[in-house]
C-alpha cells in the first residue's frame, strides 16, 4: 500500500510528463517527489485536467488523501469521471490557488482588529492584534512576543507584514494598531517596536539560490514593554511549547481580521509553491519559492484566516490539555473543499525560532 506522499508524487510524475503541470526550475523535482512510477490515468483524465489546469498537488499520510488544486472550476459531471482512489488513497479535486503577499490589502476586521487585556491595574495590547511599518498603509498581525538569548523582547511576525519582503530599513517604527486600522474614536496608534531583522527571502531559483530555508518571519524589538501582552487576544497565552505540524492536527489562533478561530491540518505541499510577494512602499515585487507549507481548513463556515491574519501564530493542544506553538500563518487563497471557500498556508515555528535565535514568551503581562 501507497503512502499519500508516493501517491501524490506518482500522480506528479504522470503530470509531469504530460506537461499538466509546470516542472520546478533547475533539478528542483528530485528533492521534494519521491523516486516511484508515474500514475496511468486514461486519456479523459488527462484531458479534463489539461482543459482545468493543475495548480498545486498535496497529500496527508494520516488520512491517505492526495488533494489535487485547480485553477479552474471542475464541473460535477467532470468530478464524476475523475479517479477518486489511487493506489489506495483517496483522491479531491478542489478550485484553488495561493494569493500573493504582502500587497497591502486587508479585509475589514471581523469585528475589533486588535484586543485588550485587561491586569490587575492595567490594559495591554495582545497578540493576535493588528501591526504595521509605520510608513504603511497595510495590516498584519503580532503572532508572539519572543526573546533571545541576551534577554531582549521582540515581536514575532512575518516578513512581508513588518520586514518590507527583505527591505524594511532597520529601526523603521513597528505600530499598533497597524496603519489600515487607524480610526476616530479607535485606540490611537503608538509605537510598538522598531524593525530588527528578518529570516531573508532567497529571490531566485534553486541553483543559483538556496530556497530550502525559504520562510516568512520578522523581528521588532518592542519598545513598550509596558503596553503589550503575550496573551493571544483575551483567550489563553502564547503557549512556550513547540510542536511540528502533523496531519490532522487540531489547531487554532488569534489574528488580526478573523480573530479566534479553529481548525484542522489537512495536509502539506508536495512541492514548493512558488508565491508573489509585495512591498509597495519600498517599490519591491518579485516571487518566491516556499517549501514545506502545510494546509489549514477552518472546522466551522467561516475561513480560520483571511487576508491580514499573517502572521498569526497556530497552536494545538494535545489530549493532557498542554498547548504549543505550531506554525505561522502567511499565505491563503480559495479552496472550494475547504469551510468557508479558502485554505490558510502555515510554516513551521520551530525551524523560525532556531534561525533568529530566540524562543517564546509566555506570562508578560498577564496579571
Known amino acids: 500500500m501507497a503512502t499519500a506522499f508516493e501517491a501524490a508524487s506518482s500522480i506528479t510524475r504522470w503530470a509531469l510528463a504530460r506537461n499538466l ?3 520546478l526550475p533547475a533539478g528542483m523535482e528530485e528533492e521534494y517527489v519521491a523516486g516511484v512510477q508515474p500514475a496511468n490515468f486514461d486519456a479523459e483524465t488527462e484531458d479534463i485536467l489539461r482543459r482545468r489546469s493543475i495548480v498545486s498537488i498535496a497529500f496527508n499520510d494520516a488520512s491517505a488523501e492526495v488533494l489535487l488544486y485547480t485553477s479552474k472550476r471542475l464541473f ?14 483517496r483522491v479531491t479535486y478542489s478550485h484553488g490557488a495561493v494569493d500573493d503577499l504582502g500587497n497591502g490589502s486587508a479585509v475589514v476586521a471581523h469585528g475589533a482588529s486588535y484586543a485588550l487585556f485587561q491586569g490587575a491595574n492595567a490594559r495591554f495590547y495582545t497578540c493576535g492584534s493588528s501591526i504595521s511599518p509605520g510608513n504603511e498603509a497595510s495590516a498584519g498581525t503580532l503572532g508572539a512576543l519572543v526573546r533571545d538569548g541576551a534577554g531582549k523582547l521582540f515581536g514575532l511576525t512575518n516578513n512581508h507584514v513588518t520586514g518590507g519582503c527583505n527591505h524594511s530599513e532597520i529601526g523603521l517604527p513597528i505600530v499598533a494598531p497597524g496603519i489600515m486600522d487607524v480610526s476616530a474614536g479607535a485606540l490611537n496608534p503608538f509605537t510598538l517596536g522598531v524593525h530588527d531583522r528578518v529570516i531573508p527571502y532567497a529571490l531566485g531559483t534553486s541553483g543559483n539560490v538556496s530556497i530550502a530555508d525559504n520562510t516568512d518571519a520578522a523581528l521588532f524589538e518592542i519598545v513598550a514593554q509596558g503596553s503589550i501582552s503575550s496573551m493571544q487576544g483575551t483567550i489563553y497565552d502564547t503557549p512556550t511549547n513547540v510542536v511540528a505540524p502533523a496531519d490532522g492536527m487540531v489547531v487554532q489562533k488569534v489574528g488580526r481580521t478573523t480573530r479566534h478561530t479553529t481548525g ?10 512558488r508565491v508573489g510577494a509585495s ?15 502545510w494546509i489549514v481548513h477552518s472546522d466551522t463556515n467561516n475561513p480560520f484566516s483571511d487576508s491580514g491574519d ?5 497552536v494545538t493542544t494535545d489530549a493532557n490539555g498542554v498547548t504549543a506553538a505550531v506554525g505561522l500563518i502567511f499565505a491563503g487563497g480559495p479552496d472550494t473543499q475547504a469551510p468557508g471557500g479558502k485554505m490558510s498556508c502555515i510554516v513551521p515555528i520551530a525551524p523560525i ?3 533568529l535565535g530566540v524562543t517564546l514568551v509566555g506570562g508578560h503581562n498577564i496579571q
Open 21 to 23: 503541470i509546470a516542472p
Open 310 to 314: 499573517s502572521g498569526s501564530l497556530v
Open 353 to 355: 525560532l532556531a534561525k
Open 76 to 89: 460535477q459531471r467532470e468530478l464524476d469521471v475523475l479517479p477518486d482512489l489511487y493506489a489506495d488513497c
Open 279 to 293: 512591498s509597495a512602499s519600498n517599490g519591491f515585487n518579485g516571487h518566491f519559492w516556499f517549501p514545506g507549507a
Open 264 to 273: 484542522k491540518i489537512v495536509g502539506r505541499f508536495l512541492r514548493p509553491i
